[in-house]
């Protein structure tokens, strides 16, 4: 992915058009990794994850995740990103790239947990299932966030 330093309303309409097919594409993988979770769960005979809305929420939840928390907004060349956390360990910015990595790791690792899972038909146990679905839904929550905060920071005229 390459990533554009210029503002979005200075990119070509075949560049916009690009990321806006890339942004689906990231939505659509959030969305299967929520569908190969759900499936996983669903084997286990766990009530809660049976029914077909559950199954669509996990899939827009993850795909939320995917499309907001993945090709987070470049920091603003204006913005003062100079303050360093304690130690120098980084930018409050890089902390909201870590949450967003993470993340995305936490929710990958669980989708191919349960892919390999059913590809291998093992037997799905309830207590290992719900645990797999706490860590995707953590890492897609993780996702969300940092998406959310970097969003708002690139907005604000007073970001840090």
């Known amino acids: 992915m390459i990533k554009r330093t210029e ?8 560049s916009q058009w690009a990321h806006v097919l890339e942004r689906i594409g990231l939505a659509l993988t959030g969305a299967s990794c929520g569908l190969f ?7 286990a005979n766990i009530d809660l994850i049976g029914s077909a809305a559950t199954v669509l929420a996990m899939m827009v939840y993850g795909g939320a995740g ?19 956390l304690r130690h120098g360990l980084g930018s409050t910015w890089d902390t909201v ?8 790791f936490l929710a990958a690792v669980a989708a191919v947990v ?10 799905a146990r309830a207590g290992t299932a719900l645990l797999i679905s706490i ?4 890492g897609a929550t993780m996702q969300i966030v940092a998406g959310i905060i970097a969003r ?6 007073t970001a840090s």
């Open 7 to 14: 503002p979005w309303d200075t990119r070509s309409a075949i």
């Open 66 to 84: 995917f499309y907001l928390g993945i090709d987070l907004p470049r920091v603003p060349p204006d913005h003062k990103m100079h303050l360093l």
């Open 37 to 43: 979770v759900a499936a996983h769960v669903g084997r």
């Open 152 to 157: 708002m920071r690139s907005e604000s005229p």
């Open 114 to 123: 349960s892919v390999s899972s059913i590809v291998l038909d093992e037997t």
């Open 135 to 138: 860590c995707w839904g953590i």
């Open 97 to 104: 790239e870590l949450l967003s990595a993470a993340g995305t």
